[in-house]
């Protein structure tokens, strides 16, 4: 199974998401190669996952999980192995309306930190779920990132803004158009002990990533 | 050994023009290398990476262009296809476009696949008229039953732009691989595309060489601030020149028609350069991208070729071939 999904992602992942995106790196040597470690981009298509899975060189592949919520990735048994064993997703239990969150509590981020404990390098999109670009194109992050940086101090913590995978394949959109995506990798953020605080750090070290991108007009 | 007779048997039915047109390239790349290892070593203060990757890419390109032109002109036709589809892609991505225009934006990459159909289907006719007119029609009909009409005309316009300038006009290099042998081209269909990129590239070259060398007065300032009349006018010189000399080698023109090519490609190299220029600031880009590490977008290296390569066509097909 490891060796089919590092083929799969070596021989389709990575040509269809330099034809589609072009995959344009900025700061690729900042990627970590190994865990644990912490990835956290910006999210606005299904191409984000893609385009971060592409990007990683091939000895640190096998170590790449991005989180993904458990309530749509794994309710399907067809898409859930394919999420499981190709994507090599970390499922994320997201809380519903009306949930308690006492109930479920620390739980939802038990496998992420199961994975960051066995050095894996956990790619997480602290908006929780796929933005439309309105704004300042990023939405409320979630502080679950934060409380993973806390629980492993060590982990170093890689702002990724990515540009354009809205475009390519937005929200309720079925068929992908190829257009250009950049993605721009950051400078490795350390815990500081706060979790509002370092929220706001990374949020602002994701914001001035963004302005280093090409613009986007898209209106 | 046998793969060795094969490849001699491959290289001997080459044009011996075209085999050492290449060499010189290769050469004239191991020298650049060599003098900016040498750089490198002499002056450890200073950083020559830029030209390093610039260089490193060369070789890339060269390689790529150099396989495909010998492998004839299915490959030709395939790497230029590639090379049109990444320039409309770094086009469109920069390109104001409303969020209603994804549909128009695939029928976009499905006219180029049908314009390079017309090139390896050899249906010139069919070529000429299908971006021009009928891409040109179909896109905003397209546009229109999509139904925004906010920015309809700038949208429009900004996709036939983009068609133009990457597919037609990059397709006409790739067409050239399409002449017949009957037209006795003294370095083959291969040959006639490989003196308009080793030209066009040239000029480039020159062009960046004598405005560092020489460049005082300034001739678009507001669009390209770094070239000069000096790099201009050396580069048209230079390039000039060495259509004059390598012409006869590599295309069937001679005399006037030579003449003709020697004067006015360097001035549409230097038209594509600054008109892309304008394009990019008005995009408020530097490069289109970083696919080729060293040079930035494909679409920057490319742009002047979107000039040269119609101009060269059309002086060959007026001068020069029969088919055209």
């Known amino acids: 199974m490891r060796w089919l999904r590092f083929l799969l992602l070596i021989l389709v992942a990575r040509p269809l998401a330099l034809f589609m995106t072009g995959a344009d790196v900025t700061g690729r040597e900042r990627l970590p190669l190994k865990g644990p470690a912490i990835v956290a981009a910006n999210h606005s298509s299904h191409v984000d996952t893609l385009l971060l899975l592409a990007i990683f060189p091939s000895r640190a592949l096998a170590r790449v999980r991005p989180a993904a919520a458990a309530d749509y990735f794994l309710k399907d048994p067809v898409i859930g192995w394919f999420s499981r064993h190709v994507i090599g997703i970390v499922p994320v239990a997201r809380l519903k309306a009306g949930q308690k969150a006492d109930r479920v509590g620390e739980d939802v981020l038990a496998p992420a930190r199961a994975a960051l404990a066995a050095g894996d390098i956990v790619v997480v999109f602290p908006e929780g779920t796929r933005g439309d670009g309105e704004g300042d194109g990023m939405g409320q992050l979630k502080s679950g990132v934060a409380r993973l940086a806390e629980a492993f101090p060590d982990a170093p913590v890689i702002p990724v803004w990515i540009q354009g995978a809205g475009r390519v394949l937005p929200k309720g959109e079925t068929i992908p158009v190829p257009l250009n995506c950049a993605v721009l990798v950051g400078e490795p953020l350390a815990w500081s002990g706060e979790r509002p605080a370092f929220m706001a750090k990374l949020r602002a070290a994701l914001l001035a990533l963004k302005d280093q991108a090409p613009p986007l007009r898209w209106s | ?324």
């Open chain 2, 1 to 324: 050994m046998a793969i060795l007779d094969t490849l001699r048997a491959f290289l001997a039915a080459q044009p011996p023009a075209l085999l050492a047109g290449l060499a010189g390239v290769v050469i004239l790349l191991g020298v650049a290398g060599l003098v900016a290892t040498v750089l490198t070593a002499l002056r450890p203060d200073k950083s020559y990476l830029e030209l390093r990757q610039r260089i490193a890419s060369w070789w890339v390109m060269v390689a790529l262009l150099a396989g495909a032109l010998l492998a004839g002109w299915q490959a030709t036709v395939a790497v230029f296809a590639l090379i049109s589809f990444m320039a409309l892609r770094e086009f469109l991505s920069l390109a104001p476009i409303r969020r209603e225009d994804r549909p128009a934006i695939l029928a976009a990459y499905l006219v180029l696949i049908a314009a390079y159909g017309f090139i390896a289907a050899d249906r010139y006719m069919f070529y000429l008229v299908f971006i021009p007119v009928w891409a040109f029609l179909g896109l905003p009909f397209l546009m229109a039953m999509l139904g925004q009409t906010r920015g309809f005309l700038t949208t429009a316009a900004t996709f036939h732009w983009g068609l133009v300038t990457c597919v037609y006009n990059l397709g006409f290099a790739a067409f050239l691989m399409r002449a017949p042998d009957a037209e006795r081209l003294p370095a083959g269909a291969a040959g006639l595309v490989f003196f308009l990129l080793l030209v066009t590239e040239f000029n480039d070259v020159a062009q960046y060489v004598f405005g560092k060398l020489l460049g005082r007065h300034k001739i678009a300032p507001t669009v390209s601030p770094n070239k000069t009349w000096e790099g201009f006018l050396g580069g048209w010189l230079a390039t000039g020149l060495l259509i004059w000399f390598l012409g006869p080698v590599f295309t069937p023109l001679a005399g006037l028609g030579l003449a003709v090519v020697a004067a006015t490609l360097p001035v549409a190299g230097f038209a594509g350069d600054v008109t892309m220029s304008a394009v990019k600031r008005d995009i408020g880009v530097k490069d289109t991208s970083h696919a080729i590490p060293g040079h930035g977008g494909v679409l920057d290296r490319a742009d002047s070729l979107t000039f040269t390569a119609p101009l060269y066509f059309h002086l060959l097909a007026l001068f020069a071939l029969n088919k055209f």
